[in-house]
């Protein structure tokens, strides 16, 4: 939470350890992003924001391994999130989730795999209050583009109004939610009534992750901590290529 929150003695005793380290790739220090659970697969920065890959960014497996399905092909995304493959921030011990997340954060349960349920009524007034842009009515939501975990930085939103893609993935988080989804990683479900096939009267989103997943996973660096990786192999792990470095 930041330097507005009281430190721990665990806090300051791991400042103390690793005073004068610094995380490098090659000259640079790394642009150490992180987010609460990538959902088994990381993101890669340029999926997110500018569109400058950094090297140690990468789209990988949450797992020893790091191999995932290449989730830039819709199928494959498909399939992905709509399962719960094993990784590293796909648990449910509650004593390793309350060493990263807050109270509040902790009555939520499903933020590996997620399900979100939308009216036409609904998602329609939701994206016209978020955007400010009159669809009309939602007759469909269609993924463009995915990076490399699966998240959406593309969405097409196809209304009787008007069409417009959005995206990157806060934006395409913030149109369907009143605050913003877990994460941009999701495939819709639509639902008609019977008498007609053309307007649909519900939405289903399926989604991965809490975050945008680029570099490390909170609460998969809990679970590897406390599989007895050291802090090194974890940061190793979410920046592949990096290296720690005293540098006085």
């Known amino acids: 939470q930041g330097i507005t929150m009281e430190t721990s003695a665990n806090v300051s005793e791991a400042i103390r350890?690793?005073?004068?380290?610094?995380?490098?790739?090659?000259?640079?220090?790394?642009?150490?992003r992180f987010s609460k659970c990538c959902g088994g697969a990381m993101e890669e920065f340029q999926y997110c924001w500018d569109d400058t890959p950094k090297p140690y960014l990468k789209g990988i497996g949450d797992t020893a391994a790091e191999t995932i399905p290449d989730l830039t092909v819709e199928a494959n995304a498909d399939k992905w999130i709509r399962t719960e493959p094993e990784s590293f921030c796909n648990t449910r011990d509650k004593r390793i989730l309350r060493q990263v997340l807050n109270d509040y954060d902790q009555e939520t349960t499903d933020f590996y795999r997620w399900?979100?349920?939308?009216?036409?009524?609904?998602?329609?007034?939701?994206?016209?209050?978020?955007?400010?842009?009159?669809?009309g009515l939602i007759v469909d939501l269609v993924p463009v583009e995915r990076g490399t975990s699966g998240?959406?930085?593309?969405?097409?939103?196809?209304?009787?109004?008007?069409?417009?893609?959005?995206?990157?993935?806060?934006?395409?988080?913030?149109?369907?939610s009143e605050s913003h989804l877990y994460s941009s990683a999701f495939v819709i479900d639509k639902e008609y009534a019977a008498d007609n096939g053309e307007i649909p009267t519900a939405f289903h989103l399926t989604g991965a992750g809490w975050g945008h997943g680029v570099g490390l996973c909170q609460i998969g660096a809990a679970v590897m901590g406390d599989r007895g990786y050291g802090y090194d192999a974890i940061l190793r792990h979410y920046y592949p290529g990096a290296s720690v470095e005293a540098a006085w």
């Open 151 to 176: 998240r959406l930085s593309l969405l097409k939103i196809v209304g009787t109004r008007r069409t417009m893609t959005i995206g990157k993935e806060l934006e395409i988080r913030r149109a369907l």
């Open 115 to 135: 399900h979100v349920d939308y009216t036409q009524q609904q998602l329609a007034a939701l994206i016209l209050r978020k955007t400010g842009i009159d669809f």
């Open 17 to 32: 350890r690793t005073r004068g380290q610094i995380l490098r790739y090659g000259e640079e220090i790394c642009d150490a």
